[in-house]
């Protein structure tokens, strides 16, 4: 599949994404449509359509300052211009018939122009980020807040956990490398692995198939390993979701702790239960009238609550462009209630860990900052911020004990 068919299959994707409907619906819809479109041809779509929405607001600023409707189609051309030029010259596209309508002499103007047009435009949208949230990002990221931004306009690198129940870092190591799949050992973590190459071969590997690796984002790994998270303990996920942080600390503490699973939403458990049987993790799953049952009884509770997800922006560009003032408000209101809840389920010298993909002070520290005040039992232990410099998604966490 050429290049200029993905484009053309990008700009029909993102025209159905602008039209209100969801992302991934509209890419599983296009390629259901197109069956001729090969693995290999489906993820390069994928990552195009993923990078388009990370740059979004440099893409359309050529064109916006021009008085043009943002479409999947300008923002297309503006992203072969800018970072694909190398692979094509203008005429080659100005009567494409994939990339129809042709190209208007405005259009062929603004593109001929492209570069210059884009070192004039302000902060936010030269670093992609909602004008809304600028000022909270400045505040909360202070001296990182450029290179942050810059690190959230490239892909997401990816990472694997090693399932220490059934192999061992090594050892996977060594077999991923022999079905094509390149990895090198995270100096930050001794069960973490950072892909190098072959990622398109992960999930059809026997070591995905079998549960001996899962995907998972090293920050997101990093949250599990804080000391408080130990063997012979009572461990609580509250915010389990399909089981990711929970089958990461069956993982490492060898399945020698009593782990427990809740989420609200009971239509994850069907995707939580097979993941834990592939893991052969030892994994208590809790229903709402179950969890009643739990009151003052862990030593742990650790409550990856929802959140405006502003730490996976690399990895998950639509959502900065679908979050505004209202959800962000809604996300710290629902915080709160969930670390209230969580201590419930606590024994006297119990530890809430309370993380966050989320690097908005106002998702993170003021949150703990406002339980602390209305709780005088509670004292925080230890807080910090795993940046996307030093890993891949960013995570706040918070370590709080009721004394």
Not at 51 to 80: H, M, T, W
Request: charged share 25%; glycine share 4%; aromatic share 12%.
């Amino acid at each position: 599949m050429q290049e200029i068919s993905r484009a053309a299959a990008a700009i029909n994707i993102l025209d159905h994404y602008f039209s209100g409907y969801p992302l991934e619906k509209a890419l599983k819809q296009w390629f259901k449509k197109n069956r001729f479109a090969g693995s290999s041809d489906r993820k390069n779509i994928r990552d195009l359509v993923f990078d388009i929405l990370r740059k979004r607001l440099i893409l359309y600023y050529p064109f916006q300052i021009n008085e043009y409707a943002e479409s999947g189609r300008i923002l297309v051309l503006s992203y072969l211009f800018l970072y694909k030029k190398s692979f094509f010259s203008l005429e080659d596209i100005k009567e494409n018939k994939y990339l129809s309508p042709y190209i208007n002499n405005d259009e062929f103007i603004i593109l001929n122009n492209i570069n210059g047009l884009v070192k004039k435009a302000p902060k936010n949208i030269s670093l992609n980020y909602p004008k809304f949230l600028e000022k909270k990002l400045s505040q909360s990221l202070g001296k990182n807040f450029r290179t942050i931004m810059e690190f959230f306009l490239e892909r997401a690198p990816v990472y694997l956990r090693i399932n220490q129940n059934k192999i061992n870092t090594n050892e996977a190591k060594i077999k991923l490398e022999n079905q094509g799949i390149l990895c090198e050992i995270c100096p930050s973590s001794n069960y973490a692995l950072k892909v190098i190459s072959g990622e398109k071969f992960i999930q059809h590997s026997s070591l995905y198939q079998l549960g001996e690796v899962e995907l998972q984002d090293l920050s997101s790994q990093l949250t599990t390993e804080l000391a408080q998270i130990s063997s012979e303990k009572k461990i609580l996920d509250i915010c389990a979701g399909s089981g990711g942080k929970a089958l990461a600390i069956a993982s490492r503490l060898r399945n020698r702790a009593d782990i427990f699973a809740y989420d609200l939403n009971h239509l994850k458990y069907k995707n939580l239960i097979y993941r834990i049987k592939k893991a052969g993790a030892k994994i208590t799953v809790l229903d709402t009238k179950e969890l009643t049952k739990y009151r003052n009884f862990f030593d742990v509770v650790f409550v990856d609550a929802p959140c405006s997800g502003t730490g996976t922006w690399r990895r998950d560009p639509k959502i900065k462009w679908e979050l505004n003032d209202q959800k962000l408000s809604s996300f710290t209101k629902n915080q709160y209630e969930i670390i209230k809840q969580s201590c419930t389920y606590l024994k006297n010298g119990g530890f809430v860990i309370y993380v966050v993909c989320s690097l908005l002070e106002d998702e993170g520290d003021l949150v703990i900052r406002k339980f602390l005040l209305h709780h005088k039992n509670f004292s925080k232990i230890k807080s910090g911020i795993f940046h996307p410099i030093n890993a891949s998604d960013g995570f706040y966490f918070s370590v709080i004990k009721i004394n």
